[in-house]
């Protein structure tokens, strides 16, 4: 005769949307336990049969991930049931875009989020059997799963970047090898700020930590041939003898660094400027030692920063309100979408240096497919593109300008030299049209530049390439730099005093100017804009 059944508790007696009705109520991890009660407890938590769930037990773990992991307004289930397995400790990082995954059920999927979160909050965990819990943490310091999976995605663009070769070349695997490996970082495991917002420091984090340095891996050894200082994540500008490039800083928990009183965490740094990081706020400020030095909001919300420089200083002016919960991740979207997009090229950072790959870097200037922001027009066979950035440290937007004599692999504009009536053209002058606008009027005021060559340059186009000459030799001898392959480019300045325009033309001599084959002709520079940018590098 079978044994008879063990009564049932008065709970376990409730219909079933009553106690999960009741159970919703309860801390997820108090779940846990009450799962180990009885068979009709555990049904509950995770539904009959083969324990997949059903709609009563998968409507608690929706709960659960709403209320404990930031899921709120996930009214995709699909979006609910993504998860990220953890790695083992050791040297391949604590979690990899390769561990995205769909989780059978919401309570994979939330079993999978509280792995991360005792890893990154082990100093919260209660006991050491199992079910573990966790204490309570402020609701600010939390994982939010949203922030994870929004990392996971970002940094998939970047590793897929770095590995098309197509589009970054050597530096791509040079960048993605200098990356440190993920960890479970928290910020302020002291406790000593009161509200604090990492979630989105935790994420980016979680995945890689940070860039070697290659100025301190061979600080004390000579340093090798192929030695590249300019290889920062986030790349770089030259304008005369300023070179910067931006570098993604290893966090240094430890430190006890203070903008403003504020605790911050230094995120990336490059020459005269520096992002940090509140930790009490999460915001992310570019800081500047520079002429222009002062904080400035690195990520704006939705709408937009009205920037002006007003006595030799930048003042800002918030359209809307900031939203600093997730700047930082923001920050790192905002350039993993620019370069999944093409916005960037890379090449020498210091401009015409044949044949030298030791100086390559992304290069900041906007590209022809950041079609807002780069220009491009073709005269009698010669292109010119053009494009700028604006230089908080300095105070100045920095323009860049590119030109070539296109050869017929070259596509769209190329015309023969039968009937652009030449087989090289040599660069004379400039006409530079620059645009400001003014705070009280619809107006630009233009300001006409004219003068010989460029910063000292006359470069010789001819198909392919170019030959470099400087001021004063033009007639002679090549510079030191002589011969180059594609465009010949370079950058110079304006004074950011207001947004406005920059447009022109460059005058060439058919032939050489030492040996001229026809007339001055002017190759058109079409508009580009001088803007202040949303986001700060």
């Known amino acids: 005769m079978a044994a008879p059944a063990p009564p049932r508790s008065p709970f376990e007696a409730l219909p079933r949307h009553t106690a999960t009705s009741i159970l919703s109520y309860v801390a997820s991890d108090d779940w846990l336990d009450f799962r180990l009660a009885s068979r009709s407890s555990f049904e509950i938590v995770h539904g009959g049969a083969a324990a997949g769930g059903d709609e009563g037990s998968e409507s608690l773990w929706r709960l659960a991930l709403v209320r404990d992991y930031g899921f709120g307004g996930a009214d995709d289930d699909e979006f609910l049931h993504r998860a990220i397995r953890t790695r083992a400790r050791g040297g391949v990082g604590f979690l990899s875009t390769d561990d995205i ?14 792995r991360i979160d005792v890893c990154i909050h082990p100093r919260s965990i209660i006991g050491y059997g199992r079910p573990r819990q966790l204490k309570s943490i402020p609701r600010s310091e939390t994982i939010v799963g949203p922030h994870f999976l929004r990392a996971a995605s970002m940094w998939r663009k970047i590793e897929q970047w770095c590995d098309d070769e197509e589009r970054s070349g050597t530096l791509g695997r040079e960048i993605k090898s200098s990356l440190l490996p993920g960890k479970p970082l928290e910020p302020n495991s002291d406790g000593g700020i009161r509200i604090a917002k990492t979630s989105a420091f935790k994420a980016v984090n979680a995945f890689y930590s940070g860039q070697r340095d290659p100025r301190a891996m061979h600080a004390t050894a000579a340093q090798p041939r192929d030695f590249n200082p300019f290889s920062g994540l986030f790349g770089g500008f030259q304008a005369y003898n300023v070179i910067s490039s931006m570098r993604w800083t290893e966090p240094d928990l430890d430190s006890n660094h203070r903008c403003g009183g504020e605790p911050i965490i230094i995120i990336a740094q490059g020459e005269m400027k520096a992002i940090v990081m509140e930790i009490g706020s999460g915001q992310l400020y570019f800081l500047s030692d520079g002429n222009m030095a002062r904080k400035l909001v690195a990520t704006p919300a939705a709408g937009e920063i009205d920037r002006r ?27 993993a979408d620019r370069l999944h997009r093409n916005f960037y090229s890379v090449g020498n950072i210091i401009a015409n240096i044949p044949g030298n ?25 010669v292109e010119v593109v053009a494009s700028a950035i604006f230089v908080p440290e300095m105070g100045m937007f920095v323009y860049s300008i590119r030109m070539r004599l296109l050869a017929p692999e070259d596509g769209d504009g190329y015309v023969p030299p039968e009937e652009r009536g030449f087989r090289g053209c040599q660069l ?9 606008s003014s705070p009280n009027s619809d107006e630009h005021s233009v300001e006409e ?28 001898r090549p510079s030191q730099l002589e011969r180059g ?39 058109r520079v079409a508009r580009f804009p001088l803007k202040f940018s949303q986001f700060l590098y």
């Open 357 to 381: 790959q030791t100086l390559h870097s992304i290069l900041r200037y906007p590209t022809l497919a950041d079609t807002a922001n780069c220009s491009r027009a073709v005269t009698r066979g």
């Open 428 to 436: 004379l002058s400039r006409h530079w049209r620059i645009g400001k």
């Open 485 to 523: 392959t594609g465009y010949f480019s370079y950058q110079s300045c304006t004074g950011a005093d207001s947004p406005g325009f920059l447009e022109g033309s460059l005058q060439f001599r058919p032939g050489s100017l030492a040996e001229p084959s026809g007339d001055v002709f002017d190759v």
């Open 449 to 476: 530049v004219r003068g010989e060559g460029v910063i000292g340059f006359y470069p010789l186009l001819h198909e392919g390439g170019y030959t470099n000459y400087e001021d004063g030799e033009y007639v002679q």
């Open 101 to 114: 995954f769909t989780a059978p059920n919401l309570f994979i999927s939330w079993k999978h989020w509280r």
């Open 309 to 335: 420089t007003i006595g030799g200083r930048i003042h800002e002016e918030y359209k809307d309100a900031v939203d600093s919960e997730d700047s930082i991740l923001r920050w790192f979207e905002e350039h």
